[in-house]
Structures are given as C-alpha cells and as structure tokens.
C-alpha cells in the first residue's frame, strides 16, 4: 500500500518544515511503483511523476499531517486532475434530434452491453426516448443481444432485416427516429478482435451518414496496457468524444483509466461496474485515483483533519498528551473533533485495513450515539472531575449519570477508555511522540 510505503520513506524527516527535493524523488520511486503496478502506461507514468515531482518540491507539510500524508494528498490531487477533474462532463446531447450516439471498441469490449445501459440511463435519469440499433452483422446473435436487451430495459430497438449492411441499417435507424420522434439513437457497431482497416472503414462510413453527437470508445478496463493502443488506434481514425470503461468491477486497478485519458485526451464520460443493465456510472475520478494509489479514503481522511483541527488544539494536547496530563476535557475535545470528522464510522470506514475495527465497533454497540453520549457526561462533571477524574467516586458517578441521562455503567465505561487511552499515550511518548501517531494513519 502506497500510504505505508511513503510513510516508511518519510520516517527520518518529521519535524521539518518543507518537502526537500531528495525526499519528494524518493518517495516517488513508490509512486512510481504504484503506478505500474496499477497498469498505468509507462508514459504516463513519466509524465505524470514529472508534475507531481515539481508540485511536490518547497511545499509546507501542514503541521497537523506527516510528509507523507501530504504527498499522498499532492499525488492523489493531480491523478485526480489527470482523470479529468471533479465532476463528470455528461454526453452532448443538445442537438436537433435525434442525438445520435455511436459506440465503437473492439469485440467483446462492452459496447452492446454498455448501449443498453446507456440507453436506460438516459430514459430514467433525463427522460430520454431512446431507440437502439445494432449494426452488428459481423456476428450471427449480435443483432438479437441487443433486442434482449432492450426488451429488458425497456428501451426500443431497430427491427431487425437480415442481411443488411451497417451502413443502411445507420440510415433506416436514423429514418425511423425522425418518423417516431425518439430523442436519441443509439448505435452498437461492430468490433474486430484486432483493430483493422476494413473496421475503420465501417466506423467512418457509419459516421458520414448519421454525424454523431457522441462518439464514445468502449474499453475493456481489464486490458490494461493494451487498452493504451487500442485507445491510440482508434483516437487517430475516428473523432471520438468521449471513452466508456467498462468492467470496473473487475480487479483492475483503474491505472487503464489515467492512460486512456491521456491516450485520447477525451473524457472518461461512464464506468460500467457489472453486468446487470442498472451497472453504469457515471465516471468518478476522485474514486478511481484512490483505487489507482490504494488507499481507501485516506486522502479525503487528511484533508478532513487537516481541516478540523485547529493547529493550535492540537499542539497544546500534545504538550499535555507528552506530559501526561490527558484530562476528561481533552479526552471532550477529541470527541467533538471525532464527531466534527463524521464519527466513527466514518472514521473506520476511511481508515484502510479498518474494516474489521467498524465490524467490532459496530458489534460493540458503539455508534456515534456514544459519541454524544459521552460528551453529555464529560458536560454534567464540575471542572475539578473532568481535571482530575479520580474524584468521581460512587456518589458522584450517581450524579454526572442523573445529570446526563445516562447510567452509572456508562460512566464507568468511558473513565476507564479515558484510563486506557492515557495508557496508550505513554506507549506512544515511549515511541517518539505524538508525531509517532502520524504513522497510525500513514
Ligand atoms: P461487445 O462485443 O463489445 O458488444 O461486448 P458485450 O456487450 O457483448 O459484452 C461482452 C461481455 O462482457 C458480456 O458477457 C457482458 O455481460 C460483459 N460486460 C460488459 N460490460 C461489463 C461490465 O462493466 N462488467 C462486467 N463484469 N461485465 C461486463
Ligand atoms: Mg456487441
């Protein structure tokens, strides 16, 4: 995991104030390694280190995250940029109807399947009335799939004349939008296992007669590398508008998608997760450059914290965490920071490897009702309790209990979390420091 790597990197330097030019290549060379390893094409790996390389150098580690952290944050911003940026471009489909959106991609790629599911994503999230035709008569069953599937989804097709060809299966398509008013027409073309001429040919001819709105490359994610020069291929014959990754779902690692824009310079417009018809999303690049580096939701984890706690809290906890002097206020103040960050949920869901700590939490009991919970206890203490917690005897248990709508047992319950934390900050001044939580979340 990227995160681990770039903290071990990382260890010798905290405490300083900016990211110096040895460490940022060094760390890198991790970079770099996650990067390949998540099928993400060599050049673009080179280019995309080069920017980072140069953003990264002379920037001020925020005193409230490790270097590492930060340079997690610097690489995930700029994947993110790459991947096209927030927010998703949508199709261009302001046109005179009917919009004609074709699909290209080599044999097996998802195109006919991604047809359906665009289809039905543009009847029920834009109102769209659509009509699919295939102009697949390469292979036998290819015309009938795509009826299937309309069927399914409740989405008109192109009836089917056998033995005509592409091109005049295009015009009838685009005759019958017209005639029937249908908003949209999409077209599943036919895909080669290579990329040929006689393909290249059939797309263009195909494109002449019905001047697509969208032109969109279907893409196979799991194809990694390959998908780099089958993307180049096409981008160079056909004007493509857009690119639809499909199998997502799949165990790739989403490096395909960092090169595929790259390769195409257009848009990720649509990932397809599965194989149902409802399995289509919209392309989201923050998610896919946290797959890309691995990490769960570590970044956005930084930059909530970052955020939150004030620098000055923070620093003041940690001269009294190093001291020993962890009192029921300070242990108030982590607990409104926890609930400021979204609770703890949110908390072991962002955490990689977290996953079982939320199951034992969650199985605990423990949700964010404790949260609150606790601070109405910390609340009903007089300021010499929460000072010195030792004062709480039975009676006075009895009475922060009344106070805050709780039970004694529970009382009880977070003295002795605020006692074992107070442990736990020992064995961490044993280990270096606060500083030494940093690598908790590196
Ligand atoms: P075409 O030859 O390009 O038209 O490809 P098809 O649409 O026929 O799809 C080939 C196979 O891939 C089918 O079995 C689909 O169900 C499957 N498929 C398509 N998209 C996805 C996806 O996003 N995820 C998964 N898991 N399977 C997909
Ligand atoms: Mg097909």
New binding site residues.
């Given amino acids: 995991n990227l995160s681990d790597r770039l903290g071990g990197v990382f260890d010798r330097l905290r405490g300083r104030g900016a990211l110096g030019e040895a460490d940022v290549r060094e760390a890198m060379r991790e970079v770099r390694i996650a990067l390949l390893e998540a099928d993400v094409a060599l050049p673009v790996v080179r280019r995309f280190i080069d920017a980072v390389t140069e953003k990264a150098i002379g920037q001020d580690v925020l005193r409230s995250i490790t270097p590492g952290q930060q340079v997690v944050k610097i690489v995930n911003d700029e994947l993110v940029e790459m991947l096209g940026g927030q927010g998703h471009e949508g199709l261009e489909l302001d046109v005179k109807p009917p919009a004609v959106v074709m699909?290209v991609?080599?044999?097996?790629?998802?195109?006919?399947?991604?047809?359906?599911?665009l289809a039905r994503y543009l009847k029920q999230k834009h109102g769209k009335k659509a009509l699919m035709a295939s102009l697949?008569v390469q292979?036998p069953a290819?015309q009938e799939?795509l009826k299937v599937l309309g069927e399914q989804a409740e989405v008109a097709t192109l009836p089917i004349i056998e033995g005509q060809q592409p091109v005049d299966i295009a015009r009838r398509a685009l005759e019958a939008s017209r005639l029937q008013s249908f908003d949209v027409l999409l077209l599943?073309t036919a895909?080669r296992l290579h990329v040929d001429e006689a393909l290249m040919a059939e797309m263009n001819a195909v494109a002449r007669v019905s001047n697509p709105a969208e032109v969109l490359l279907?893409v196979?994610a799991l194809t990694g590398q390959d998908a780099v020069n089958v993307a180049q291929s096409f981008s160079g014959e056909v004007p493509l508008t857009g690119v639809i990754l499909?199998?997502?779902?799949?165990d790739a690692r989403g490096g395909a998608a960092l090169s595929m824009r790259h390769v195409t310079g257009k848009p990720i417009k649509f990932?397809?997760?599965?194989?149902k018809l409802d399995?289509?999303e919209a392309f989201d690049p923050e998610r896919v450059a946290g797959r890309i580096l691995g990490m769960g939701d570590v970044v956005s984890l930084v930059e909530k914290a970052a955020a939150t706690i004030k620098e000055e809290d923070a620093e003041a906890l940690a001269k009294r965490m190093e001291k020993g002097q962890f009192d029921l206020n300070d242990l108030r103040m982590q607990l409104q920071q926890m609930n400021r960050m979204g609770g703890l949920g949110m908390l072991a869901g962002m955490l990689p490897g977290m996953k079982k700590a939320k199951a034992a939490l969650q199985g605990s009991g423990m949700d964010d009702r404790v949260l609150l919970h606790m601070d109405a206890i910390i609340g009903s203490m007089t300021a010499k309790e929460r000072a010195n917690p030792a004062l709480l005897n039975a009676k006075r248990k009895r009475r922060v209990a009344a106070g805050s709508g709780t039970q004694v047992q529970d009382v009880n319950r977070l003295l002795k979390m605020h006692q074992e934390m107070g442990r736990a900050m020992k064995q961490i001044k044993k280990m270096g420091g606060l500083k030494g939580l940093g690598a908790l979340f590196g």
Avoid: N, W
Avoid at 105 to 117: E, H, I, N, P
């Fill in positions: 699909m991609g080599l044999q097996g790629s998802g195109k006919t399947t991604s047809t359906a599911k697949d292979r290819a799939q599943d895909g279907v196979d499909t199998r997502m779902d799949g990932a397809g997760t599965g194989e399995a289509l």
